[in-house]
């Protein structure tokens, strides 16, 4: 084997696999269940050099293929581990790795994963907990034993790694900064929590074995913003509030976890320390690597933990991501259609009839719903510029509430559009009673759970429910919904008679057991045995009587 990875299965792990993969490398990845073959097949990464073998680094290892390089990125990442669990893996397992390595004859370098707050440091277990307590001891027993046995060994020292896949450390700060649960921040002005990329960290990784060895690389952005400046860059991609005040980590350790909700062995990451990193910027220099902007990386991985709802999903479209605090899915230049949901959904609404459907898709969430921010802008002018930068001539496909901002623009820019689909449109419809009676306030809405929520709109309860009902818990979300049932409720006799006017084609769908109150003169078809949301109970018979 050209090398083998030990915690192949880990973040890290797994990327640097790939990375090595797609050198032309043949590897063995250590791992004690292969979930590893399965992502990296979702990655689209070739497989032909990889080689997977079963190890426990806890116990020797014995019956291993041979490498030239042997990478240990594995360790129990985690914060509240008891002391027995977290040694196992971090100091003895880091040792075993080392000792099979020493037997190995054509051994070119040993690369062991430290951290930036570890490196050199006292191993307190009290002080620190176990997690960061242990991995300052595995450094310290890792040199040292490297020494004894004459191991070509380089540390690699990596600060908070952000990019798919990574919800812990970091991302529990931005998951509560994206759910409301951040008044304040702990620290002060000057706290530093420096990042690097996935991507960039994997690539260091594989240039290691070429370095001098004996180094230690402290692996990490230094144009890192300061915590506060950090958070306030993902909170305005995001559209959300960043908190304004700041709290002394000191008196964030005295008060009572249940009143900060922080986690004490996170408290001793947040500070103002710089770290050592001009050797890993003059080798990254050789190797012609280049870390990304901080700020485009941050953005970035908040698209990806928002559309994974932190780690609670998969996200059924991409690209993905917010634009100018809209969150908008799919391809905003080119679809063959836009999908705009009905209320209280948000764009996961499309996800079954987008199976349906034949070629690129555009879904956004619309203002002040689902995950986009609120805007100033009327919906009418917000949708105005979603399509400004769309150079085909899609079919609008609206549902419900959004049929009359669908209607509008078709009906001013007919030329824009290649025909309208109006599924159970609101103006022509009687209020759904069940729906208008569970959510006639913003805080019961807010309160539902996805059981009560798929009750009350007639829906099973599935990931499209589950999604909508995560987004009314978000701060303002249930009350903007309603606001946006009330507004709509005002237009209908508008509508109704702009629907008249329009001159593109129009399709329009109701269910059977929602059909239509008023008449039009445009063909209805009917989907039998369907309700309000057609889209997800009947998508291919709706897919059929969408254009293409």
């Not at 042997?70 to 008891?82: K, M, P, Q």
């Not at 399509?387 to 079919?395: G, I, L, N, Q, S």
């Amino acid at each position: 084997m050209d090398a083998i990875v030990f915690g192949a299965t880990g973040f890290i792990g797994r990327a640097l696999v790939a990375e090595l993969l797609a050198r032309g490398q043949r590897v063995a990845a250590a791992v004690r269940n292969d979930t590893l073959t399965p992502w990296l097949s979702s990655q689209d990464i070739a497989t032909a050099g990889l080689t997977i073998v079963t190890a426990d680094i806890t116990r020797p290892l014995t019956g291993l293929p041979q490498a030239r390089d042997v990478y240990n990125t594995a360790a129990r990442f985690a914060f509240g581990l008891g002391v027995r669990e977290a040694r196992a893996a971090n100091v003895t397992g880091a040792l075993n790795v080392l000792e099979w390595a020493a037997t190995l004859p054509g051994l070119r370098r040993l690369v062991h994963i430290s951290g930036y707050r570890v490196a050199n440091a006292r191993p307190d277990y009290a002080g620190l907990g176990a997690y960061e307590a242990s991995k300052a001891e595995a450094d310290l027993a890792v040199r040292a034993r490297a020494r004894e046995l004459g191991i070509p060994l380089t540390v690699a020292n990596p600060s908070t790694v952000i990019g798919p896949g990574q919800y812990i450390g970091l991302a529990s700060l931005v998951e509560d900064l994206w759910n409301g649960r951040l008044p304040a921040l702990p620290g002060d002005a000057d706290t530093f929590v420096p990042i690097v990329t996935l991507g960039y960290l994997s690539r260091f990784l594989a240039e290691i074995p070429t370095s001098p060895e004996g180094e230690d690389y402290w692996v990490l952005d230094d144009t890192t913003p300061h915590l506060p400046e950090l958070v306030g860059t993902i909170a305005g991609h995001m559209g959300v509030r960043a908190p304004r005040r700041t709290v002394p980590t000191g008196l964030v350790r005295r008060l009572p976890r249940k009143i900060t909700g922080a986690d004490p062995e996170t408290l001793s990451f947040l500070s103002a320390d710089r770290y050592p990193t001009a050797s890993a910027r003059a080798f990254a220099a050789t190797a012609g690597l280049a870390m990304p902007p901080a700020a485009d990386a941050l953005r970035a991985w908040a698209d990806d933990l928002v559309a994974t709802r932190f780690d609670a999903a998969s996200p059924w479209l991409s690209p993905y991501g917010f634009r100018g605090g809209t969150w908008v899915m799919g391809d905003a230049h080119r679809p063959a259609h836009v999908l705009l949901h009905g209320l209280p959904m948000n764009a996961d609404l499309w996800a079954p009839l987008a199976a349906h459907l034949p070629g690129p898709i555009l879904a956004p969430d619309l203002p002040g719903l689902g995950r986009s921010a609120p805007t100033a802008q009327p919906t009418d002018a917000w949708l105005a510029g979603l399509m400004d930068p769309v150079r085909t001539r899609p079919t609008l496909i609206a549902h419900s509430l959004a049929c009359g901002p669908a209607l509008r623009f078709a009906l001013a820019h007919p030329e824009r559009v290649g025909g309208l689909v109006l599924i159970a449109p609101a103006f022509l419809q009687a209020p759904g009673p069940r729906l208008t009676r569970s959510i006639l306030a913003a805080p019961m809405l807010r309160r539902m759970s996805a059981a009560h929520l798929a009750a009350a709109l007639g829906l099973p309860e599935g990931p499209e429910v589950a999604s909508a009902a995560a987004d009314l818990r978000r701060p303002g979300v249930a009350r903007r919904v309603i606001a946006a049932m009330r507004a709509a409720s005002a237009e209908r006799e508008a509508s109704r008679a702009l629907l008249e006017r329009v001159s593109v084609p129009v399709e329009i769908l109701v269910g059977s057991a929602d059909p239509l109150t008023a008449a039009t003169g445009h063909r209805v078809t009917e989907i039998p045995g369907a309700g309000h949301y057609p889209q997800i109970t009947h998508p291919a018979q709706v897919a059929r009587s969408c254009p293409s």
